[in-house]
């Protein structure tokens, strides 16, 4: 069964300063793993997703790796901002097929203090 | 482009009244669609899939049920909650055969006192 652990819990730092966020998953055979964004009391938003083919992807100042053999993907954002504060979710999909679902870490709650 | 709606945005309802929950997708076509829960000091649990209409997977035992009786359309139901029931409801969707990511709804909360 697989087991999705994102490490810390919670993180604050002052603004400018890099976040590095971690992702580690028990099972190496996924297909893709995807990060997202979540504020308070909102739905989920897509921020990047890594094919398990691929050793990274980047959108802007975010940037995501993925090393698919150790069981490891960290979200890397650059220049931190008041505005990057949220919890910030990965997921991890077994396959294709629609009955692959995405199991989820627990998140890292992020604070950028101005 | 494509969006997903859900509604009520905020629900309060009593211990064994029933539930219906709305979610619909705009700008695709035959998506794959997703109810998930997200209770408090917990991940997200994946609770129904469906690849088209009228077909519904369950992932986990429990009170609730779904049905898609539109293409687009995907409604989660209960006919008598339990307090365990509250949560943040959350509906998604994916493209269907191709498509890999998974986009989220708002999300409803539910609380049941």
Do not use: M
Request: proline share 5%; charged share 15%.
């Amino acid at each position: 069964k697989q087991e999705v652990t994102q490490i810390p819990a919670a993180l604050s730092v002052p603004e400018g300063e890099n976040l590095v966020l971690n992702c580690s998953f028990t099972d190496s055979a996924i297909y893709n793993l995807q990060w997202f964004r979540q504020d308070p009391g909102k739905g989920l938003t897509s921020l990047l997703l890594i094919q398990s083919s691929q050793r990274e992807q980047t959108s802007g100042r975010l940037n995501a790796s993925l090393d698919k053999s150790s069981g490891r993907s960290t979200l890397y954002i650059a220049a931190s901002q008041p505005g990057d504060s949220a919890t910030y979710l990965c997921a991890v999909r077994r396959g294709k097929a629609a009955g692959n679902k995405l199991t989820f870490g627990g998140g890292t709650r992020v604070l950028v203090k101005p | 482009s494509q969006t997903i709606h859900q509604w009520p945005a905020t629900l309060v309802q009593p211990v064994g009244s029933p539930l219906s929950l709305e979610c619909t997708v705009e700008g695709t076509s035959n998506p794959n669609l997703y109810w998930y829960r997200q209770a408090a000091g917990r991940g997200l649990q994946l609770l129904f899939y469906s690849v088209g209409i009228g077909q519904i997977s369950s992932e986990v035992p429990q009170n609730l049920s779904a049905s898609r009786p539109q293409d687009r359309q995907f409604i989660l139901s209960s006919k008598k909650l339990l307090l365990s029931d509250s949560g943040f409801y959350l509906c998604a969707w994916r493209a269907n055969g191709g498509g890999d990511t998974q986009y989220f709804g708002p999300g409803t909360r539910l609380t049941v006192l």
